[in-house]
T-cell receptor, first 114, second 112 residues
Framework: DAGVTQSPTHLIKTRGQHVTLRCSPI?????VSWYQQVLGQGPQFIFQ???????GRGNFPDRFSARQFPNYSSELNVNALLLGDSALYLC?????????????FGSGTQLSVL | GQQLNQSPQSMFIQEGEDVSMNCTSS?????WLWYKQDPGEGPVLLIA?????ELTSNGRLTAQFGITRKDSFLNISASIPSDVGIYFC????????????FGQGTTLQVKP
């Protein structure tokens, strides 16, 4: 079975642009979470969606938004990119909200903002 | 953003040695998790702890959920070269459904 897939794997943008990152969860998983991992740090929680509804939001500005589609895939959008948005963006899927033993991470999208 | 205090930041050890790392928080957690992340990959779950005082093993790995619910440690016995990577602790409290708070990571290097 395929794991959590994210696209693209790498992306280069310039300040002020916007970006859309995509995530396909493991088949049967209804929850998708997004994390930002700055180089040398642990992942920081951005959003969690379950059954297409937002169920959690981290301490990120309104430039960050996300949504989950009927097939449970998800998009993370970031507007007005800043240099500090450069990071590895991780998507994780799970069967349920708090089922951490069935929470799996994708390999991430490496975003560079120049 | 909020992060757990994880130490040490890095370790360079000889193959066969035991390793210990720990994580502390100012907040109480109901779940403690330990992950390993290899370059170019997402974190992979090693051990999950759900009860204060719980001691759980997974092969050469042993982790404990602190009695105060504000700390956890991970031990790796008889390290081997494939243990190289970055280890993260993560905590979850029921008031933040699904949200994990991660530590800064411990980078482990093993010399054959």
């Amino acid at each position: 079975d395929a794991g959590v897939t994210q696209s693209p794997t790498h992306l280069i943008k310039t300040r002020g642009q916007h970006v859309t990152l995509r995530c396909s969860p493991i088949s049967g998983h209804k929850s998708v979470s997004w994390y930002q991992q700055v180089l040398g740090q642990g992942p920081q929680f951005i959003f969690q969606y379950y059954e297409k509804e937002e169920r959690g939001r981290g301490n990120f500005p309104d430039r960050f938004s996300a949504r989950q589609f009927p097939n449970y895939s998800s998009e993370l959008n970031v507007n007005a990119l800043l240099l500090g948005d450069s990071a590895l963006y991780l998507c994780a899927s799970s069967t349920d909200l708090g089922d951490f033993e069935k929470l799996f991470f994708g390999s991430g999208t490496q975003l560079s903002v120049l | 953003g909020q992060q757990l205090n994880q130490s040490p930041q890095s370790m360079f050890i000889q193959e066969g040695e035991d390793v210990s790392m720990n994580c502390t928080s100012s907040s109480i957690f109901n779940t403690w998790l330990w992950y390993k992340q290899d370059p170019g990959e997402g974190p992979v779950l090693l051990i999950a702890l759900y009860k204060a005082g719980e001691l759980t093993s997974n092969g050469r790995l042993t982790a404990q959920f602190g009695i105060t619910r504000k700390d956890s440690f991970l031990n790796i016995s008889a390290s081997i070269p494939s243990d190289v990577g970055i280890y993260f602790c993560a905590g979850h409290s029921s008031s933040n459904t699904g949200k994990l708070i991660f530590g800064q990571g411990t980078t482990l290097q093993v010399k054959p």
